[in-house]
């Protein structure tokens, strides 16, 4: 796994372990595994979010883990130029090229371990797709694409564009150095990640090794959520099994568990873990296609805001696609679930 490595988690700061006496384990309210889908123009997603309530995922809205697919030549797919307003888009590399543009300008080429953050806000048209030598070669693809809503006050922003590299994550450590974690946004005991958000979050990409077990404080206010990448283990004090595809969602408290199971038996040697936190909104939210918003009167403006070229028009200096013709709205990111 390409994602940001370090030769020695010993040399990082290391998250001191939380006094039992006054932090209260997170208790796991459940598991869920995530059905296969295609995405864009078919690309091999597993909806990481399915079957979950919207409640218990307050402040995300869905997150497609993308792969991870080994493709051959000729197979690598992205998406089409398509419109977004209502929220933000996190895409994360773990293996694998995407080149990314934007009507407002913002893109750029993200890579093992880079993360882009656009947030739509009022409207915005985006185009992914692997850079046409990974078309012709072929290879390993493996990322995550999380959306997080915006409060109804900055759902009518300006778009905005970050442009996150690998190497910006905050790296961090246990008290006895079995994981390595990597900070993308948000903070971990103090520990800060460069990405910039509306809504605070904490997003972590965690690497256990086998048998390795880990305690974080958790902001009491968010909402916890584990995605397991890659491996197997469990997930909180009751040590619950969970395994690659399955999402598992926290009660309340102040600290999040994990533990790898001490035997890696698939692909992946270590227990890879995206776990995600975030101060709930708690506002209505009406979710159609690339939109989301807060009523059904909004969702309509959006479609015929888009349809009258108002949420922004590709580029002149646009990368290679297809016509904008056949975007289907309820096509790509398509409310599935
Ligand atoms: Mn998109």
Redesign the pocket.
């Known amino acids: 796994m390409p994602a940001v490595s370090v030769e020695d988690v010993l040399v990082l700061p290391r998250i001191p372990t939380p006094d039992p006496a006054v932090a209260r384990p997170r208790p796991v309210r459940s598991v869920t595994t995530a059905p296969r889908g295609l995405e864009g123009e078919g690309f091999p997603v597993r909806r990481a979010f399915a079957g979950v309530s919207s409640a218990d995922l307050d402040p995300f809205i869905h997150m497609d883990q993308m792969g991870e697919v080994d493709y051959a030549p000729g197979e690598p797919k992205g ?1 089409p130029w ?1 419109p ?1 307003r209502g929220f933000e ?1 996190v895409t994360y590399i773990i293996d694998g090229t995407f080149d990314h543009q934007d009507s407002n300008g913002g893109g750029g080429r993200i890579t093992n371990g880079d993360t882009q953050w656009m947030t739509a806000g009022a409207g915005i048209l ?1 185009i ?1 797709a692997p850079p046409p030598e990974l078309v012709a070669s072929g290879g390993l693809f493996h990322g995550i694409q999380l959306w997080v809503n915006l409060p109804a006050a900055s759902k009518w922003n300006p778009p905005r564009y970050q442009d996150i590299r690998g190497n910006q994550a905050a790296l961090v450590t246990t008290a006895d150095g079995g994981a390595l974690l990597r900070v993308i946004a948000g903070e971990l005991a103090g520990h800060v990640g460069p990405g910039i958000t509306f809504t605070p979050v904490t997003l972590v990409h965690a690497t256990l090794s086998p048998g390795a077990a880990i305690e974080l404080p958790w902001r009491p206010s968010f909402n916890a959520l584990a995605y397991v990448l890659a491996g197997r283990g469990s997930v909180g004090a009751e040590r619950r099994p969970v395994h690659v595809g399955q999402l598992a969602v926290y009660g309340p408290g102040e600290v999040v568990s994990l533990a790898a199971a001490g035997n890696q038996d698939g692909p992946s040697t270590d227990f890879e873990v995206l776990l995600l936190g975030g101060q709930p909104i708690r506002e209505p939210v009406v979710h159609y296609g ?1 939109f989301v918003m807060n009523t059904r009167e909004e969702i309509i403006q959006a479609m015929e805001d888009y349809q009258a070229g108002r949420l922004g028009s590709i580029p002149a200096s646009a990368m290679p696609h297809r016509r904008e013709g056949d975007v289907d709205l309820a096509g ?2 398509s409310p599935a679930s």
Do not use: G, K, R
């Open positions: 998406t398509h977004h888009t985006h992914e690339p790509p990111h």
